[in-house]
T-cell receptor, first 111, second 115 residues
Framework: KQEVTQIPAALSVPEGENLVLNCSFT??????LQWFRQDPGKGLTSLLL?????REQTSGRLNASLDKSSGRSTLYIAASQPGDSATYLC??????????FGTGTRLQVFP | DAGVIQSPRHEVTEMGQEVTLRCKPI?????LFWYRQTMMRGLELLIY????????DSGMPEDRFSAKMPNASFSTLKIQPSEPRDSAVYFC?????????????FGPGTRLTVL
């Protein structure tokens, strides 16, 4: 059974720092991996989707990498801003249409 | 497009009552997913549909839960009878083509409280 773990569970950093969020999964037979953002009281917003054949994806200040063999993905946020404060969730897709979500990292960026 | 629409946004009910949650997916999306989010268990997939047909309901916790999708623009998740442990935020999501290769778009969720 696929299990997805995110470390750290919470993170508080000053504005301007570069930071890395980690996601690990137990079964490397994944089809893709997605990173989502969730703001308090809101739904999830997709940030980046990495197919299993890809190593990384970039969008603005965000960069996500994928290492299937080691069962790891990282989300790199450059020059963090208070507006980046949210919970970040990673989710892996296997050969069905399902996504298995991690428990999330709650990020706070203070001015 | 208005995105995925869910109603109600908040629902407070008493144990034993029937609860119906509603979802309107993004027009043209072939897949619809129902999730439940709690502090203890995180985000769990309950059931998903492809072209209005239920594909996998293995995440539905008990027979008290049922979901329907009578047409491409509407789905319901029903709990009857409701119990306090059903309290959670329920999300509906949709995606355009095969769920694996397309991202899912989430609605704002329905926060359910069962007293």
């Amino acid at each position: 059974k696929q299990e997805v773990t995110q470390i750290p569970a919470a993170l508080s950093v000053p504005e301007g720092e570069n930071l890395v969020l980690n996601c690990s999964f137990t079964d490397s037979a994944i089809y893709n991996l997605q990173w989502f953002r969730q703001d308090p009281g809101k739904g999830l917003t997709s940030l980046l989707l990495i197919q299993s054949s890809q190593r990384e994806q970039t969008s603005g200040r965000l960069n996500a990498s994928l290492d299937k063999s080691s069962g790891r993905s990282t989300l790199y946020i450059a020059a963090s801003q208070p507006g980046d404060s949210a919970t970040y969730l990673c989710a892996v897709g296997d050969n069905t249409d399902k996504l298995i979500f991690g428990t999330g990292t709650r990020l706070q960026v203070f001015p | 497009d208005a995105g995925v629409i869910q109603s109600p946004r908040h629902e407070v009910t008493e144990m034993g009552q029937e609860v119906t949650l509603r979802c309107k997916p993004i027009s043209g999306h072939d897949y619809l997913f129902w999730y439940r989010q709690t502090m203890m268990r995180g985000l769990e997939l309950l059931i998903y549909f492809n072209n209005n047909v239920p594909i996998d309901d293995s995440g539905m916790p008990e027979d008290r839960f049922s979901a329907k999708m009578p047409n491409a623009s509407f789905s319901t998740l029903k709990i009857q009878p409701s119990e306090p442990r059903d309290s959670a935020v329920y999300f509906c999501a949709s995606s355009l083509f095969r769920g694996l290769t397309d991202t899912q778009y989430f609605g704002p969720g329905t926060r359910l409280t069962v007293l």
